[in-house]
């Protein structure tokens, strides 16, 4: 069992820059997780941002969010990170973390194959 909470949320305004973390409880078991990070907005359902392998040699972006965020993680501080750059008002949205106990996937981007969830960040970008 790990508990995340996520941080680093706020309010922005169009082409401004955030960087999220997402702290585990353990590291004893965090470094071998796949890392991934959802986002909700009001009315729609939870959608896939960003997953990072326990290495973190592998990463795997939405098309929505490639070339402007970037995913990584400091197993030693038992922290994954998302920096999220040129934010646009669609970007609005919580922001989750969550921890897949399996090893990576070509396509780490379904909900239900992650362990441990994280209660998320509010994102809100101004136009």
């Known amino acids: 069992q790990v508990q995340l909470v996520e941080s680093g949320g706020g309010l922005v305004q169009a082409g401004d820059s955030l960087r999220l973390s997402c702290a585990a409880s353990?590291?004893?078991?965090?470094?071998?997780?796949?890392m991934g990070w959802f986002r909700q907005a009001p009315g729609k359902e939870r959608e896939f941002v960003a997953a990072?392998?326990?290495?973190?040699?592998?990463?795997y972006y939405a098309d929505s969010v490639k070339g402007r965020f970037t995913i990584s993680r400091d197993n030693a501080k038992n922290t994954v990170y998302l920096q999220m750059n040129s934010l646009k008002p669609e970007d609005t949205a919580v922001y989750y973390c969550?921890?897949?106990?399996?090893?990576?996937?070509?396509?780490?981007?379904?909900?239900?194959?992650?362990?441990?969830w994280g209660q998320g960040t509010q994102v809100t970008v101004s136009s």
């Open positions: 969550a921890a897949d106990r399996a090893g990576w996937s070509a396509t780490p981007i379904f909900k239900d194959e992650y362990d441990y």
């Open positions: 353990s590291g004893r078991t965090f470094s071998t997780y796949v």
């Open positions: 990072i392998s326990w290495s973190g040699t592998m990463t």
